[in-house]
């Protein structure tokens, strides 16, 4: 799946150790951007970072996100690398203002966790703009969720077009390398429609499971499964109860994806309800060993 | 959702701390009866473990499971009272030698994950039958898996039916109580149908979702989906791909109950996808809402 980078290793020289480091913009300081300032800073990297408002700027200053935390993007014409950590919606209806304080000569990626819809919006805006999703927690939001370490081992997907700059992708995967994530290069398409099967079908599935107990209309018995609810329970519901309007944002922007998983898990799922309702338990038993085989081959599944 | 006990203060004399403790049989040393064994020892209680073969007995004697571990049924004979620790299928098809060992006067209680079936099986064969269900952990198994503590806090559900000796779910809550566990009072029906919409339904949910994956025709986004799956998936699937033998067992024992939450969970995950099918966006981040606000409301989920 990996792309291969023909001109990786010429330009490589751009970032070698005697280099200066580049100075990178971060344009948001959430779990994302501001995990992404505390790990450049202790790497000797210089960092401002942009917010919206002085309250933020004030918390980003005091957690010390960034070298510099401004409200103004003036400040993003001096940096080599702009880093554009915001929700997926902004990302895909960038302020005016934002694009046009973005330097043409600087590299900008994003890290947005929607792909394809965001390269066909940024690739017409900037010249030099690559497509970036770390794949780290997102439990934690806010400018108090940075945290160091945050994309150490964790994937770190660069989603390069025949329209992206080799030198500026090289450039956003030594900034990945430098936060100790793992660089993984495919191209847009299959990042989406691997993301529709492995993290946004599960919020539908996991939300259903919330919706349908809802619906129990003993009062004993639902009083009862909330009381007696364990771990299992809500390791299998956490998705489903996170950010709703994330949720929803995800879902919206990689909507084809997320149809066709939903038909196939519909599909597998009568499967099993025809194997209960018929008592074909040795059916059963071999579908729910495969399941469990199967999971093994998942990353972060062992 | 707790049924009264009328005779729980009369009958609490025969357990207060100036009677010598129990004598107490465990059939049975996986993770429930080695980890009750564990901490009634710790508590001063005498605990006589029966295992099948001499292999897993002289393990639970290497982790100090029981006072004493026998593969003979005969020391159950001095028992004041008898926890079988036994997977659900051998605890609905007991060897008539277990239920021949079992003194009439002993209390004896199970601790399977479904009530009802085990009831209509065990209050035929004995007495002082009491059905019980301590909700722990299930992700270790086997001789190898007892631990101090397991039932700190947790659930430990007792399913008194009009033929429950009273003194002897006394003893039984005595004992829980010993273990740190919770006492929760229900019906056997009351049980099984909040089991099956937080501990059975779950599991073909969570699997169908591992299923569905495997389904992906594109190898370089099933690859690309195995190397980028995230605590979140991993979360999601856990008890889908956890013992498949157990998840048939329970859906065979609790069939009607995981039935109808499976009706249930295919209407909601049909709105969904509708809504998502339709854009109808607004729709579809409600009941996400929902879904996150309902989960707060069970325990373990906070």
Same mark, same amino acid.
């Given at each position: ?34 995990? &992404? ?10 960092? &401002? ?13 005091? *957690? $010390?996100?960034?070298? =510099? +935390? ?26 005016? %203002? ?7 000569? #600087? ?22 703009? +690559? ?8 439990? !934690? ?16 997907? &660069? ?10 992708? +090289?450039?956003?995967?030594?900034? #990945?390398? =430098? ?14 429609? !691997?993301? %529709?099967?492995? *993290? ?8 259903? &499971? ?8 003993? %009062? ?17 519901? =956490? ?5 709703? %309007? ?16 939903? =038909? ?10 025809? #194997? ?10 071999? #579908? ?12 972060? $599944?062992?």
């Amino acid at each position: 799946m990996t792309v291969p980078s023909a001109s990786a290793s010429a330009s490589a020289s751009a970032v070698t150790p005697t280099t200066p480091p580049p100075k990178v913009g971060i344009v948001g300081l959430g779990l994302i951007g501001g995990s &992404l300032g505390l790990d450049l800073q202790a790497a000797d990297w210089t960092v &401002l970072g942009v917010v919206q408002n002085e309250t933020t700027a004030c918390r980003a200053r005091e *957690s $010390c996100l960034a070298s =510099r +935390v401004d409200t103004d993007l003036a400040g993003l014409a001096e940096c080599d690398l702009v880093l554009l950590a915001l929700p997926l919606d902004r990302l895909l209806n960038p302020p005016a %203002a934002l694009v046009e304080a973005l330097p043409p000569e #600087a590299v900008v990626a994003d890290v947005g966790s929607v792909k394809a819809p965001v390269l066909a919006v940024w690739e017409t805006l900037h010249p030099r703009f +690559v497509g970036a999703h770390p794949m780290a927690g997102t439990a !934690a939001a806010g400018v108090e969720a940075g945290q160091r370490h945050l994309f150490r081992g964790r994937p770190w997907v &660069l989603t390069p077009t025949p329209r992206t700059d080799p030198d500026a992708m +090289v450039l956003v995967q030594h900034l #990945a390398e =430098r936060v100790e994530a793992q660089v993984v290069k495919t191209d847009a398409a299959a990042h989406d429609s !691997a993301a %529709a099967l492995i *993290s946004h079908l599960p919020i539908l599935v996991s939300a259903a &499971l919330l919706l349908a107990i809802e619906d129990e209309p003993d %009062a004993e018995v639902a009083s009862l499964a909330r009381e007696l609810a364990s771990s299992g329970f809500a390791d299998t519901t =956490r998705v489903g109860g996170g950010n709703a %309007a994330l949720g929803m944002l995800v879902t919206r922007t990689n909507r084809l994806g997320v149809l066709k998983g939903l =038909r196939r898990y519909r599909a597998r799922l009568q499967e099993l309800e025809l #194997a209960v309702s018929a008592g074909r338990w040795t059916e059963l038993q071999t #579908a729910l060993e495969k399941a469990g085989e199967r999971r093994t081959s998942f990353r972060s $599944c062992c």
